[in-house]
Antibody, heavy 123, light 113 residues
Protein backbone atom coordinates (compact mmCIF):
# COMPACT_ATOMS: atom_id res chain seq x y z
CA UNK A 1 0.00 0.00 0.00
CA UNK A 2 1.35 3.42 -0.97
CA UNK A 3 1.46 5.57 2.12
CA UNK A 4 2.74 8.98 3.21
CA UNK A 5 3.13 9.57 6.94
CA UNK A 6 3.76 13.07 8.23
CA UNK A 7 5.32 14.29 11.45
CA UNK A 8 3.19 15.51 14.32
CA UNK A 9 1.61 18.86 15.10
CA UNK A 10 3.87 21.78 15.99
CA UNK A 11 3.38 24.92 18.06
CA UNK A 12 5.98 27.62 17.45
CA UNK A 13 6.60 31.29 18.13
CA UNK A 14 7.04 33.91 15.40
CA UNK A 15 10.64 34.04 14.20
CA UNK A 16 11.39 30.41 15.09
CA UNK A 17 12.51 27.83 12.56
CA UNK A 18 10.73 24.58 11.76
CA UNK A 19 11.21 21.47 9.64
CA UNK A 20 8.35 19.01 9.15
CA UNK A 21 8.63 15.63 7.46
CA UNK A 22 6.79 13.23 5.19
CA UNK A 23 7.90 9.60 4.89
CA UNK A 24 6.88 7.53 1.90
CA UNK A 25 6.46 3.77 1.74
CA UNK A 26 5.01 1.10 -0.51
CA UNK A 27 6.48 2.42 -3.76
CA UNK A 28 9.73 3.50 -5.44
CA UNK A 29 10.33 6.69 -3.45
CA UNK A 30 12.79 8.22 -5.92
CA UNK A 31 10.49 7.86 -8.94
CA UNK A 32 7.57 10.14 -8.10
CA UNK A 33 7.37 13.86 -7.40
CA UNK A 34 6.04 14.73 -3.95
CA UNK A 35 4.24 17.99 -3.36
CA UNK A 36 3.42 20.22 -0.42
CA UNK A 37 0.00 21.80 -0.02
CA UNK A 38 -1.05 24.45 2.49
CA UNK A 39 -4.59 24.64 3.77
CA UNK A 40 -5.36 27.58 6.01
CA UNK A 41 -8.27 27.28 8.45
CA UNK A 42 -11.56 27.17 6.57
CA UNK A 43 -9.89 27.69 3.19
CA UNK A 44 -9.10 25.65 0.11
CA UNK A 45 -5.81 23.90 -0.66
CA UNK A 46 -2.88 25.94 -2.03
CA UNK A 47 -0.17 24.28 -4.12
CA UNK A 48 3.19 25.21 -2.61
CA UNK A 49 5.43 23.21 -4.91
CA UNK A 50 6.96 19.83 -5.59
CA UNK A 51 10.26 17.99 -5.13
CA UNK A 52 11.66 15.00 -7.01
CA UNK A 53 13.39 12.80 -4.43
CA UNK A 54 15.53 11.14 -7.10
CA UNK A 55 17.67 14.27 -7.59
CA UNK A 56 16.08 16.82 -5.17
CA UNK A 57 14.92 18.98 -8.10
CA UNK A 58 12.36 21.37 -6.58
CA UNK A 59 9.74 23.64 -8.14
CA UNK A 60 8.12 26.33 -6.02
CA UNK A 61 4.96 28.31 -6.47
CA UNK A 62 5.85 32.01 -6.82
CA UNK A 63 3.69 32.59 -3.74
CA UNK A 64 6.01 30.43 -1.64
CA UNK A 65 9.37 30.89 -3.38
CA UNK A 66 11.90 32.16 -0.85
CA UNK A 67 9.55 31.56 2.07
CA UNK A 68 10.06 27.80 2.44
CA UNK A 69 12.57 25.15 1.42
CA UNK A 70 11.95 21.58 0.29
CA UNK A 71 14.50 18.81 0.76
CA UNK A 72 14.65 15.06 0.42
CA UNK A 73 16.60 12.19 2.01
CA UNK A 74 16.58 9.12 -0.21
CA UNK A 75 18.14 6.96 2.51
CA UNK A 76 15.07 7.38 4.72
CA UNK A 77 12.44 7.93 1.99
CA UNK A 78 11.57 11.25 3.58
CA UNK A 79 10.90 14.71 2.24
CA UNK A 80 10.97 17.84 4.33
CA UNK A 81 9.36 21.28 4.40
CA UNK A 82 11.37 23.93 6.22
CA UNK A 83 10.88 27.50 7.43
CA UNK A 84 13.73 29.68 8.70
CA UNK A 85 11.55 32.33 10.33
CA UNK A 86 7.91 31.54 10.96
CA UNK A 87 5.13 34.13 10.90
CA UNK A 88 1.69 33.96 12.44
CA UNK A 89 0.30 33.79 8.91
CA UNK A 90 2.05 30.41 8.43
CA UNK A 91 -0.53 28.88 10.77
CA UNK A 92 -2.17 26.16 8.69
CA UNK A 93 -2.45 22.47 7.95
CA UNK A 94 0.30 21.27 5.66
CA UNK A 95 -0.11 18.17 3.53
CA UNK A 96 2.38 16.22 1.50
CA UNK A 97 1.04 14.30 -1.45
CA UNK A 98 2.55 12.12 -4.16
CA UNK A 99 2.17 12.66 -7.86
CA UNK A 100 -0.14 9.97 -9.17
CA UNK A 101 1.32 10.10 -12.67
CA UNK A 102 4.47 8.00 -12.87
CA UNK A 103 5.70 10.05 -15.84
CA UNK A 104 8.11 12.37 -14.06
CA UNK A 105 8.23 14.75 -17.03
CA UNK A 106 4.48 15.44 -16.96
CA UNK A 107 2.10 17.26 -14.66
CA UNK A 108 0.04 15.23 -12.26
CA UNK A 109 -2.75 14.96 -9.77
CA UNK A 110 -1.98 14.13 -6.13
CA UNK A 111 -2.60 10.62 -4.84
CA UNK A 112 -2.24 9.63 -2.06
CA UNK A 113 -2.03 12.40 0.51
CA UNK A 114 -0.40 12.37 3.92
CA UNK A 115 -2.54 12.84 7.01
CA UNK A 116 -1.41 16.44 7.44
CA UNK A 117 0.74 18.35 9.92
CA UNK A 118 -0.90 21.21 11.80
CA UNK A 119 1.47 24.12 12.33
CA UNK A 120 0.43 26.80 14.79
CA UNK A 121 2.50 29.97 15.09
CA UNK A 122 1.57 32.17 18.00
CA UNK A 123 3.33 34.41 20.47
CA UNK B 1 -1.17 31.49 -12.79
CA UNK B 2 -4.20 29.58 -14.07
CA UNK B 3 -7.24 30.59 -12.01
CA UNK B 4 -9.77 27.86 -11.26
CA UNK B 5 -13.30 29.04 -10.46
CA UNK B 6 -15.91 26.66 -9.13
CA UNK B 7 -19.66 27.09 -9.03
CA UNK B 8 -21.71 27.08 -6.98
CA UNK B 9 -19.87 27.78 -3.70
CA UNK B 10 -22.40 25.57 -1.90
CA UNK B 11 -25.03 23.11 -2.95
CA UNK B 12 -27.88 21.34 -1.14
CA UNK B 13 -29.26 18.20 -2.75
CA UNK B 14 -31.71 15.52 -1.59
CA UNK B 15 -30.63 11.95 -0.96
CA UNK B 16 -30.81 9.90 -4.14
CA UNK B 17 -30.76 12.97 -6.39
CA UNK B 18 -27.98 14.28 -8.64
CA UNK B 19 -25.38 16.88 -7.69
CA UNK B 20 -23.51 18.88 -10.35
CA UNK B 21 -20.43 20.96 -9.62
CA UNK B 22 -18.76 23.15 -12.23
CA UNK B 23 -15.15 24.23 -12.62
CA UNK B 24 -13.84 26.80 -15.08
CA UNK B 25 -10.16 27.45 -15.81
CA UNK B 26 -8.83 30.84 -16.92
CA UNK B 27 -7.03 29.15 -19.82
CA UNK B 28 -7.35 25.83 -21.55
CA UNK B 29 -5.88 22.81 -19.74
CA UNK B 30 -6.21 20.58 -22.80
CA UNK B 31 -2.78 19.51 -24.05
CA UNK B 32 -3.10 19.14 -27.80
CA UNK B 33 -0.22 16.68 -28.24
CA UNK B 34 -1.92 13.93 -26.21
CA UNK B 35 -5.52 15.23 -26.21
CA UNK B 36 -5.70 15.03 -22.42
CA UNK B 37 -7.29 17.51 -20.06
CA UNK B 38 -5.01 18.18 -17.09
CA UNK B 39 -7.80 18.42 -14.52
CA UNK B 40 -8.49 16.52 -11.30
CA UNK B 41 -11.30 16.45 -8.74
CA UNK B 42 -10.95 15.82 -5.01
CA UNK B 43 -13.32 15.21 -2.12
CA UNK B 44 -12.47 16.50 1.35
CA UNK B 45 -14.40 15.51 4.46
CA UNK B 46 -13.92 17.35 7.78
CA UNK B 47 -10.67 16.48 9.51
CA UNK B 48 -9.36 14.50 6.54
CA UNK B 49 -6.96 15.23 3.69
CA UNK B 50 -8.39 15.62 0.20
CA UNK B 51 -9.07 12.35 -1.59
CA UNK B 52 -8.61 11.94 -5.34
CA UNK B 53 -11.83 11.19 -7.23
CA UNK B 54 -11.13 11.96 -10.90
CA UNK B 55 -8.01 12.62 -12.99
CA UNK B 56 -7.52 13.46 -16.68
CA UNK B 57 -10.93 15.16 -16.24
CA UNK B 58 -12.91 11.94 -16.59
CA UNK B 59 -10.88 8.96 -15.32
CA UNK B 60 -12.19 7.62 -12.02
CA UNK B 61 -9.56 6.88 -9.36
CA UNK B 62 -9.26 3.39 -7.95
CA UNK B 63 -12.01 2.52 -5.48
CA UNK B 64 -14.19 5.53 -6.31
CA UNK B 65 -17.88 4.58 -6.75
CA UNK B 66 -19.19 4.84 -10.28
CA UNK B 67 -21.84 7.35 -9.20
CA UNK B 68 -18.98 9.90 -9.43
CA UNK B 69 -18.17 11.05 -12.96
CA UNK B 70 -16.20 13.85 -14.56
CA UNK B 71 -16.70 15.53 -17.91
CA UNK B 72 -15.69 18.57 -19.92
CA UNK B 73 -12.78 19.79 -21.97
CA UNK B 74 -10.66 22.87 -22.52
CA UNK B 75 -11.80 25.35 -19.90
CA UNK B 76 -15.13 23.99 -18.64
CA UNK B 77 -15.52 20.91 -16.49
CA UNK B 78 -18.20 19.21 -14.44
CA UNK B 79 -18.23 16.74 -11.56
CA UNK B 80 -21.50 14.82 -11.36
CA UNK B 81 -22.57 12.75 -8.39
CA UNK B 82 -25.54 10.52 -9.15
CA UNK B 83 -27.80 8.95 -6.49
CA UNK B 84 -26.41 11.14 -3.71
CA UNK B 85 -25.55 9.29 -0.53
CA UNK B 86 -25.19 10.69 2.99
CA UNK B 87 -21.46 9.95 2.95
CA UNK B 88 -21.01 12.29 -0.05
CA UNK B 89 -21.35 15.33 2.22
CA UNK B 90 -17.97 17.05 1.75
CA UNK B 91 -16.17 19.91 0.06
CA UNK B 92 -15.16 19.23 -3.54
CA UNK B 93 -12.18 20.84 -5.27
CA UNK B 94 -10.95 20.87 -8.84
CA UNK B 95 -7.25 21.26 -9.64
CA UNK B 96 -5.39 21.91 -12.87
CA UNK B 97 -2.03 20.23 -13.40
CA UNK B 98 -1.36 21.70 -16.85
CA UNK B 99 1.04 24.42 -15.74
CA UNK B 100 2.77 25.15 -12.44
CA UNK B 101 1.63 26.29 -9.97
CA UNK B 102 -0.97 23.53 -10.13
CA UNK B 103 -3.82 25.62 -8.75
CA UNK B 104 -7.01 24.50 -7.00
CA UNK B 105 -10.52 25.88 -7.18
CA UNK B 106 -12.00 27.57 -4.12
CA UNK B 107 -14.19 24.57 -3.32
CA UNK B 108 -17.89 23.65 -3.40
CA UNK B 109 -19.57 22.56 -0.17
CA UNK B 110 -22.13 19.80 -0.73
CA UNK B 111 -24.86 19.27 1.85
CA UNK B 112 -27.89 17.04 2.08
CA UNK B 113 -31.40 18.52 2.00
Amino acid sequence: EVQLVQSGAEVKKPGESLKISCEGSGYSFTSHWIGWVRQMPGKGPEWMGIIYPGDSDARYSPSFQGQVTFSADKSTSTVYLQWNSLKASDTAMYYCARHGNSDSSDGSWFDPWGQGTLVTVSS
Amino acid sequence: DIVMTQSPDSLTVSLGERATINCKSSQSVLYSSNNKNYLAWYQQKPGQPPKLLIYWASSRASGVPDRFSGSGSGTDFTLTINSLQAEDVAVYYCQQFYHTPFTFGQGTKLEIK
